[in-house]
């Protein structure tokens, strides 16, 4: 039997838009034949996506299920179109999607589309896919999923723009009423609305930091009227600026937006509803999908697109 190389799984995978382990298996059986591979691949009805695996998918919904406050998943699924994107059957799959990636085992995205689709075990997730792709007419994507689990208290979450931005929040409590899931919420819609990439300063890495501070002292000392002043004042001002800095990117630091004087943290306005509730309440952390997020979108020319339809 021939050798199955990665570089001929890759191969594969790029001619037929087929997961990762179906072209695996597809190679195995064929004995690394790369033209009966994707015969095969189109007999068991996994290369039905094959022309438009080139396409960019980057529209599409964010979903999110949760069980008992305890247990969530979060999921991104791309189309190719928004259009798409509110059709009920694809949201419907969606759907599906999510409640599996609630109970999967799976630790990436290639072994969970490799596992049996859970509404019909003689399928895989990436075979419903392919079915899903000849069944609407557009290249979809399960991009990612994330789990959480909340031993220690419970977890809630926020959908925003019909789908555009999914959050999990995570918190410690030894209390979980209403006053604690509307808290919660509203951390959650922060999370969405201003984006931030730490929890809190703990998690920020002292690599990152001293990044930032060469960063801060070249720019001081690009400036002839900055970099006259003393040593002492320049390291004033670094830690003045990464400060503010750290405020914007770690949660618990922003300025809550709901605040009314404009002027409470997250961290104090969380602290607050913990001494309203009796709770001993913290937040432990956050997923934030937005669909599309750093896929670069084909920027499509309406005359070309009119001149080459005209030309066919």
């Known amino acids: 039997m021939a050798a199955i190389t990665a570089g001929m799984v890759k191969d594969l995978r790029e001619m037929t838009g087929a997961g990762m382990m179906d072209c695996k298996k597809a190679l195995a ?28 998918a980057a529209e599409g919904v964010v979903k999110t299920v949760i069980t008992d406050d305890k247990k969530a998943a ?17 949201n419907a799959f969606v759907d599906d999607v999510a409640a ?8 990436d995205i290639d072994a969970f ?7 019909d075990s003689s399928k895989t997730v990436s075979e419903q896919l392919s079915a899903m792709v000849a069944r609407i007419g557009e290249k979809l ?18 959908i925003h723009g019909g789908g555009k931005i999914g959050v999990l929040v995570e918190a410690n409590t030894d ?13 959650a819609m922060q999370v969405a ?22 960063i801060l002292k070249a720019q001081i000392m690009n400036d002839p009227k900055e970099a006259s002043k003393p040593e002492k004042v320049i390291e004033g001002m670094i830690a003045g600026r990464i400060n503010k800095q750290l405020k914007e990117i770690c949660l618990l630091d922003q300025t809550y937006v709901k605040a009314e004087d ?44 009119v001149a080459k339809q005209m030309n066919m």
């Open 141 to 158: 994507t399960i991009r990612r999923f994330a789990q959480v689990n909340a031993e220690n208290g419970c977890v809630v979450s926020y």
């Open 74 to 90: 979060i999921v991104e699924v791309n189309s190719e179109t928004d259009f798409v994107a509110k059709n009920d059957e694809f």
């Open 262 to 305: 404009g002027k409470q943290s997250v961290e104090q306005y969380v602290a607050s509803v913990a001494k309203a509730t009796g709770a001993n309440l913290s937040v432990k952390g956050f997923v934030r999908f937005e669909t599309g997020e750093g896929i670069e979108k084909k920027e499509e020319n309406f005359a070309e697109e």
């Open 193 to 214: 609305a201003l984006n931030p990439k730490y929890t809190n300063r703990s998690e920020v890495s002292s690599d990152y930091i001293e990044h930032e501070k060469e």
């Open 100 to 107: 599996q990636a609630l109970t999967t085992s799976a630790a």
């Open 175 to 187: 209390v979980v009423n209403d006053e604690v899931k509307e808290c919660l919420k509203n951390v």
């Open 29 to 56: 059986a064929t004995d690394g034949d790369m033209d009966k591979a994707v015969e095969f691949l189109r007999e068991k009805g996994l290369a039905a996506a094959a022309k438009k695996a080139g396409r960019i």
């Open 113 to 119: 589309l490799a596992e049996s689709w859970a509404k």
